[in-house]
């Protein structure tokens, strides 16, 4: 079978799958299993594919026809311009993600060394991010899953960040002492178990329901973290966290008495990080 058959047909089966992007899916796969880029799968159309090229195309199909997230099936997922590791023990991460990046740049302007804190790294991309960007920072990232805190490892040495960043086990940020750290940086899980049914299936059934859901409301797990983070700031120090739209007036409830706080918008005007001054 050619390329552009094998594309053709793959179009075909995501679309009756119901699969989004079904051209942008199929290439991205077949890409991953030939090891190339896009102008080669358009430059070389008429080329065949091995057996076992075929036979593998096929597997990382069935997969994301069946809803497993493309970033999965090939391991990887971009994020600030690096090519991160990513497995079904870490959420995918996502450009919305990159406004709490943004948010801790302009606020850490002119400061030599701010001491910075991510919880809940995840895949490590927040903390990769920062280290890459302020080189005089000094990084930590807790996470209350070993599996993670391994992909978060793995994309340190990758990139040649892991001298930059420390990694602990740890609950949000129980047993850290007070006033040690001038930013506390989140992408907490932030959807209730009650608005399951609005959250897209293959995030629901394939992605880490520990990075995605908080407990009934969605809040819990920033009801905690909120005032373990005060706690953890030096006076003036920044909270910065990502959150879910039907989550905005309970967290502005929590931070109302913050020396200062403040939301940015997404690209599509939607309140996505609150950032508050202790």
Known sequence: MQIAQALRSAIQLLESAGTGSPRLNAETLLMFVLGCDRAYLYAHSDRLLTPDEQRRYQQALEERARG???QYITGHQEFWGMDLVVSPAVLVPRPETEHIVETVL?????????RIVDVGTGSGCIALALARELPGAELHATDVSAEALEIARANAARHGLQHRIR???????????????????ANPPYVGEREAETVEAQVRRFEPRLAVFAGETGTEVIDRLVPQARAALRPGGWLVME????????????????AESRLVNDLQGIARVAAARR
């Open 106 to 114: 302009e606020l850490a302007r002119g400061m030599a060394a701010p």
């Open 68 to 70: 497993v997230p493309a």
């Open 243 to 258: 959150i879910g739209y039907s989550s905005r007036l309970a967290v502005e409830s929590l931070l109302r008495d913050w």
């Open 167 to 185: 990694f602990e086990e740890r609950d949000l940020l129980a047993g850290v002492a007070p006033a040690s750290y001038d930013f506390v940086v």
